[in-house]
């Protein structure tokens, strides 16, 4: 790899550690920015989706539903685009939703593990059990719920940028046994 590109890799992976590091210091900036994410993800899906149908429609069965499927995914796309700060104000409301339905329902299926003789089917009912519980304490507690969500995002573009440096010491080294082996 040239030097020139291992520099690139490096400053690109120090940009994303200073940006995880916003994300955790403003949350506010943090979620209006997932929220104007979200919106043109979802409004880009929506009208590849339509595309699809449109294209595949003649030989695939159900492509009406297909066509509300993307209609909907271009609608909501919208909406978020259109009302930014709203969506932004949602995000933890929907985040904590999601964590506890999702811990109901682990919890319950935790059951169903122990039907069929799972041994540690009570780790499953004691993760969904908290997940449920930590998702109820997120609605109640929406600004925490709201820093929470930055940081995990945060730690997220931290952890790419850190794996940005990290493969430029992984090719550094690769290209040192490389060369050992081609002097032999």
Known sequence: MKTSTKIWLCIAGLLLIILGV?????????????????????LIAG???????????AFLPN??????SALLDIFF????LFNILGTAISL???????VMVEGIVIAVQSF??????????????ILGVCGAVLGFFGLRNLDVTAGVLSTIIGLG?????LAYILAVVGVNRFEKKTDEIARF
């Open 112 to 125: 169903d593990y122990k039907a069929v003789g799972f041994p540690q089917w009570w780790v499953l009912l």
């Open 92 to 98: 933890p409301v929907v985040f904590a939703i999601w």
């Open 22 to 42: 916003v994300c955790i210091a403003k949350p506010d900036i943090t979620l209006v920015s997932a929220a104007w994410t979200l919106g043109c993800l979802t």
């Open 157 to 161: 573009i931290i952890a790419n940028g």
């Open 63 to 68: 492509s009406g539903t297909r066509m509300l």
């Open 47 to 57: 009208m590849a989706k339509m595309v699809f149908t449109l294209k595949t429609q």
């Open 77 to 80: 796309g919208c909406f978020f």
